[in-house]
């Protein structure tokens, strides 16, 4: 079952993210004629990259979150899609990256995959 993001966690903003659709289908080479196209997926999948600003505390919950509650980053996850505010199912496409602001702030890249 998936877990929840933490509320005290930055949402992300819907207009600082970007949502690319994930092809739905498989690409085949055939020995003659056209390339055969078959679907792959029952549902319209897409993937979603945004970043929030943190501070030392809320920085300190991501960690904790994405090490212990979603093992390492591994488990996936609900969390609130910024245009349509429907709660969908997403996992880490890649780990976060994370830069320091200075010493109290911090930004978190996220690369989400809806699942």
């Known amino acids: 079952m998936p877990e929840a993001y ?6 992300c903003s819907n207009t600082d993210f970007q949502e690319n659709v994930i092809p739905s289908y498989v690409q085949s080479e ?3 004629g056209p390339e055969k ?3 792959r997926f029952t549902k319209q ?14 920085y300190n919950t991501f960690i904790a979150w ?3 509650t ?3 980053y591994t488990k996936s996850f609900y969390f609130d899609h910024p245009i349509t505010k429907t709660q969908r199912t997403y996992i880490f496409k890649e780990p976060p990256q994370i830069q320091a602001l200075g010493p ?7 690369n989400l995959e809806e699942v």
Do not use: N, W
């Not at 897409?46 to 600003?53: K, L, N, R, S």
């Not at 109290?104 to 996220?110: A, E, G, K, M, P």
């Open 6 to 11: 933490p509320i005290s966690l930055q949402q």
């Open 30 to 32: 055939m020995d003659t």
């Open 37 to 39: 196209k078959r679907v």
């Open 45 to 58: 999948r897409y993937a979603m990259a945004f970043t929030i600003t943190a501070t030392v505390d809320q």
């Open 66 to 68: 994405g090490e212990s």
């Open 70 to 72: 979603l093992a390492f």
């Open 104 to 110: 109290i702030h911090f930004t978190i890249s996220l």
